[in-house]
């Protein structure tokens, strides 16, 4: 059992006493007070998450000209290839830029092209450039990626080939010498944290505002169906659900309830959610979901299945395509675990246990990722994980995952002797090492004198509550304040003073554990441990119950604990 203590960081007097003023409870209130982030003057945007905070896009570095030639070319009724990463964000990037070129008045569709995991790896590459130029392609607009492409570029320009590149990767080649460069790291733009759908949506907003104006249907119509997709990148994406990311996030959540999108309106908006209760989506949709269905198309077979999902417009298409992704999810799941249990994987431990390589010795190379995010939550002592496997090419080819403190990026910039490629952020990236230099890279790695902090074997809570104390007026307005995730975590309590009246495990195998709660002024509550169904016998006997608190939607809306742990 992992050892839970409350978070102490200082509670702000005055943002305390400015959160109660706004109607939060006194717990919620002290959570906000916590939060280093914010101060007195920032608090309101934070709480009404209005959209007249979100930034111009034309405070990008770039914008101006990118839309003035990207409208030339569209004009012209040029070719034009959208190029989208693999992943969640890179396809909602390319759905976005798909439909708002589209809507800019291109005459024909644009040509879309998802690289394949497998054989090309992230980012442009010289034979897809090849095959786009025999296509009478004129202009590339890529999506969350780009960055590291510097060869790339200067191939489609000595082709007469256009590239504008929209992404938030920082790679070994920051500025390229393509047509335009929109990256919010770049610059003076006030917020770096956008995703790469973040960054596609601010250059469509650009581009239709540019050509039709704020006030016209071209721009209002797309600006909301597309939301949609930024709200489901961000989240995927793990970017930061502060500044511009929390506005953008929250109204993509609202909307999905209304959207006009087939793949939610007419397959996700039933599936995911009990309509008739009106349960609204939320970032755990997303993580939990969406996300791992749209990525099982790349994992196992090609992105493009995703991306024709998240933009069919027929209805039978829509629900063949969803069903689809469900297969391939639950093919995901298996051969995933499957994979964990491997007799091939060698394990090195470098940096006195603390990162773990391995190398995996298998080709299930869509899987790498997520091995890595196993271990790496499997053993408390790790704070990086790397796993490397078999590459098409010979090479090894790996996924990196590392909780926060450590930076991937950097530390594959000190050592980028050893890669013939890298990219990605600080805890998860990728990279392809050629195998005859592995071990030299291990003793090199363990080497390394990397400023990190050293993993806390501790978890936290925010707060303790009794039994007494929840109720639908906390959950509603913990709900309200939302949404959470990646530096803005789901408050996370220890209930005390309460009876557990009955539990049992359930779920495949009792992995999970169900159980109801009366506290000492006999209201009950429902609740739910997922994967803790081992807890049982030692839930009877607990005096803490460290939880997460929401709205369950299975026949009515009513209270749930969500459990975690036992204390």
Known sequence: MS???????????????????????????????????????????????????????????????????????IDNGSKIIIFGDFDVDGVTGASILYWGVRKAGLKDKPLVYIPNRFTEGHGLNLEAIDKFHSQGV??????????????EVDHAKSLGIDVVVTDHHMGKNELLNAEAVINPRLGNYPFEHLSGAGVAYKFIQALLSFRFGEESDEYNSTMESCIDYVAIGTVADVMPLIGENRVLVDWGLKNMAKSRLPFIKKYWSAKLRNIELNEPFTAEHIGFQMA?????????????????????????????????????????????????????????????????????????????????????????????????????????????????GFNWFTTMQVLQDYFTRFGGHAEAAGCIIERNKLEDFLRQFDKLELSYELTQSAKYYHGCITCGDINEKLVTYLEDLGPYGEKFPRPIFKITDFNVLRSRRVGPGGRDLSFLLQGSLGVTFKGIGFHLGYLQDQLSEATGLISELNYNYFKSQEVQIRLLDVV
Request: a negative charge; aromatic letters at 8%.
């Open 3 to 73: 050892k839970w203590t409350q978070d102490e960081t200082p509670v702000c007097a005055e943002l305390f006493e400015l959160a109660l003023s706004y109607g939060l409870p006194t717990i919620l209130a002290k959570y906000v007070g916590q939060i280093q982030t914010l101060s007195k003057d920032n608090l309101s945007d934070f709480i009404t998450k209005s959209t007249s905070q979100l930034h111009d896009p034309f405070l990008l570095d770039g914008m101006h000209h990118a839309v003035q030639k990207v409208s030339e070319y």
């Open 138 to 151: 004129k202009l590339i607009i890529t999506a969350d990626c780009g960055m590291g492409n510097h060869t």
């Open 292 to 404: 791992p269905r749209i990525n099982a198309a790349s994992r196992l077979e090609s992105g493009i299945h995703a991306f024709d999902f998240l933009t069919s417009v027929k209805v039978e298409d829509v629900i063949q395509k969803g069903r689809y992704l469900d297969f391939l999810n639950s093919e995901r799941k298996s051969r995933l675990a499957a994979l964990k249990e491997s007799q091939k994987l060698i394990k090195y431990y470098v940096q006195d246990r603390r990162v773990l390589i391995i190398n995996s010795q298998s080709t299930e190379k869509g899987l790498f990722g997520l091995l890595a995010s196993y271990f790496l939550e499997s053993e408390d002592q790790l704070i990086a994980v790397l796993v490397l496997g078999d590459d098409p090419n010979g090479q090894l080819s790996g996924s990196a995952r590392a909780r926060s």
